[in-house]
């Protein structure tokens, strides 16, 4: 009776133990909602961030240096929203002009947006980040040495500004059609700085083209590389080259624009075009934006929207992430885990399909490596690599895969696990060189060597459960 | 002749609430006070000062526990000095006991502090 009855027990634990996601796993298909003409609808709205005005916190410029406080403003950081629908219930896309935002805010954002969701029937709510490098610290990783540098009114405004964004984009819905098209970038505007040289140089636009031809369209630009054509030095806050390029292309063609961050992990940033940073900024933008225009071979992406999304857990091995943690400073929810730490930073990815089209949402920095087999370094040979995402979205039938990078939260650099390499006696806390002389910054920055793996697995569980 | 249950069990309940209410007070005081702790002049207090608002998940199973087994102890004690004697102790263990387990913005003190050391160690703090 007895080891009948922790058999029993036994067999109940070992189905539920591994779970890793899929507890909270949630899909949604137009197809299974609608009830008139599959047709997309799609709305804008933007909201300037507006700068804190009481001083007695200070605010700190995110990106390179600890403590820095800013010298002042060049153009407001901005959120921007887009919602789509292909004609049942939507989800709204949130862009923000930030370095990055932890779980905790984007959840924030979430929650005060539920009223507007339980009015228009929005089903998800993705919030993603430029990774603006010119912008007021937002993960709260810039202020003095383990202090937080985030300015809580800031912080305020940003998650106001990005609910006063998607609030307009629900209002603004019109019917329309959309379309993907994409030009191949010349490769030696990207800088890959740390071998081996594996980017995406492509400029990927999704154009939504109103029925009413008299009202605005939008277009969403997909780059891989980092939002810092400013660079080091700078201490004015900007939208660095992704607003230039946003307002130079509706200058010249009156539709909204906005830019998401792709596969920039490695780290993947535009060449310096010009030795003076603001010109350098100009002029990035201002390529892009050549670039954008030039686009001529789109197809109508067709009126199909569905999704899975699904928390996720990673072994958090990084000591240094686990301490910014203990001191309040990182919002990530973590928990007991088994890990290097004893813990697991819980995250959350979501498997978008427009059309036939399919966009991994992935909250951290990936290196292009882990989406397109290229090449890897092997600087650590007992590190496996998993899958590359675009094999793994090929063996679901999917054709192409695109990337955005930091959406719903920010773990990081997510690294190849065969060039994983840490300091031996002081972890994370310390770069490393390798033989070669190869600087592995990224690891310090990252959660661990096992994120790489669990992002494949949950992408494979999300487009399992999409079948 | 033994002492019935009875009366074991009622004399140890004062120490049992005295022993628990102290160390819930003395672990949220030292961890919210860690810089004070430090020294104000300290490089590390402004660091540590971030903790005032921590988010505690003190281990109150655990600290219930040893308290009333202490509670118990001390309960027995038929003379005065030995019973505050074990009492001191009992502070002692189960402040050390709270501490190391208390969940700290989700994250265990008594991991943070390995970590601490260790970095102390290599030098990098």
Known sequence: MNKKFFAIILCVLILFSGCQQGSDLQVYRTTDHLEGEAKWTMGFGRQEIAMPTDDSQPYYIAGYNSGWETDGVMDLQAAQAVWMDAGADGILLIGVDCIALSSTTVNEIRQRLQPLCEETGCTAINVYSTHDHASVDTLGLWGPTLIDGKNDEFMENLINAAVDAATQAAANRITGTLYYGFTETDPAMLRDSRDPQVFDAKLHQLRFEPDDTAEPGIRMYLYGAHAESLRGDNRLISRDFPGVMCDLIQEQTGDHAMFMPGAIGGLIMTQVLDDYMIKNMMDTGRKLVDYALSIDNEVVVEANLQYAASSMEIPLDNTGFLFYKFLGILGNEAKPGDSATGYVLVSEMTALQLGDMMFALIPGEIFPELVWDGEYAYHNPEGVNPTPLAEIAANHGYDQLLVVGLVNDEIGYIVPPSDFLVHPDTPYLERIEDETGENHYEETNSVGPKCATVIADTLEYLLDALQ | ?125
Not at chain 2, 100 to 107: E, G, L, P, Q
Request: aromatic share 8%; with cysteine; proline share 4%.
């Open chain 2, 1 to 125: 002749m033994p002492i019935p249950v009875s009366k074991r069990l009622s004399s140890a309940i004062l120490p049992t609430v005295i022993l628990f209410t102290i160390t819930i007070l003395l672990t949220s005081i030292f961890v919210r006070n860690l810089h004070l702790v430090m020294g104000q002049d300290s490089e590390y207090a402004a660091i540590f000062a971030q903790l005032q608002d921590a988010e505690l998940a003190l281990p109150i199973i655990q600290i219930l526990v040893l308290s009333v087994l202490f509670g118990l102890l001390i309960g027995c004690c038929k003379k005065t000095i030995p019973a505050l004697l074990l009492g001191l102790a009992a502070v002692i263990i189960l402040f050390v006991v709270s501490l190391w387990f208390t969940n700290v913005n989700s994250i265990r003190f008594g991991i943070v502090l390995q970590f601490l050391l260790n970095a102390l160690r290599y030098g990098v703090l």
